[in-house]
Nanobody, 122 residues
Framework: VQLQASGGGLVQPGGSLKLSCVAS????????NGWFRQAPGKEREWVSC????????IYSDSVKGRFTFSRDNAKNTMFLQMTSLKPDDTAVYYC????????????????WGQGTLVTVSS
């Protein structure tokens, strides 16, 4: 069971990035998903969570209206489209998966990607 995140990089404020997370060894469609991030010196926080049961997607207040979760079940891949990026969005971004319904606490996710670094700076 593995999640492989990619797509991070350096972007200027106001720019966009799309993160990808490919699952292997299990079917992503059978799992609810989450994107989390951890900035230097801060705790990991949730960004977006998705329920595989009813398609409900939720976003933290800090990214609502700017980030969009999506999933391509045929490719066993989830995405996080990030727009209007701000310096405060700088963090390592992690994808995660769990059996069961939508959940915004990181402790509820047994499967994690390795993280991809997003740096927003001019």
């Amino acid at each position: 069971v593995q999640l492989q995140a990619s797509g991070g990089g350096l972007v200027q404020p106001g720019g966009s990035l799309k993160l990808s997370c490919v699952a292997s060894g299990f079917t992503l469609n059978d799992h609810s998903n989450g994107w989390f991030r951890q900035a230097p010196g801060k705790e990991r926080e949730w960004v977006s969570c998705y329920s595989t049961f009813d398609g409900l997607t939720i976003y933290s207040d800090s990214v609502k209206g700017r980030f969009t979760f999506s999933r391509d079940n045929a490719k066993n891949t989830m995405f996080l489209q990030m727009t209007s990026l701000k310096p405060d969005d700088t963090a390592v971004y992690y994808c995660a998966a769990r059996t069961g319904d939508i959940y915004s606490l990181s402790s509820g996710y047994p499967y994690w990607g390795q993280g991809t670094l997003v740096t927003v700076s001019s």
